[in-house]
């Protein structure tokens, strides 16, 4: 299994920057990539950044290229999400997400092929 504990989430005024962090622990095994996805009430949930474990290889939605910034720290087991340029759209509920897709499934940013979740951490930008 893998356990995943997300924090850094709070509220933030347009323009500003936040760092969430993802603590991993568990077995290796089971994750080649690990991902930050977000969701609002009612909508469906969007794949923001993913990260290739091994190579550190990283992919971007559209809508965050250039603003934010997926990373790891394997010396603390810790995936990070620096977002700058915060928008009041980026208002969701931010959650990360390890497992094994394939390379053409992790780029296309869905959430199919990921296993572990962990709770999640609100950002609001207003």
């Known amino acids: 299994d893998v356990q995943l504990v997300e924090s850094g989430g709070g509220l933030v005024e347009p323009g500003g920057s936040l760092r969430l962090s993802c603590a991993v622990s568990?077995?290796?095994?089971?994750?080649?990539?690990m991902a930050w996805f977000r969701q609002t009430p009612g909508k469906e949930r969007e794949g923001v950044a993913r990260i290739a474990t091994g190579s550190g290889n990283t992919y971007y939605a559209d809508s965050v290229k250039g603003r934010f910034t997926i990373s790891q720290d394997n010396a603390k087991n810790t995936v990070y999400l620096q977002m700058n340029s915060l928008k009041p759209e980026d208002t969701a509920m931010y959650s990360c997400a390890a497992g094994r897709p394939s390379y053409w499934l992790s780029c296309s940013l869905s959430a199919q092929g990921y296993n572990y979740w962990g709770q999640g951490t609100q950002v609001t930008v207003s």
């Open positions: 568990g077995d290796t095994f089971n994750r080649n990539y």
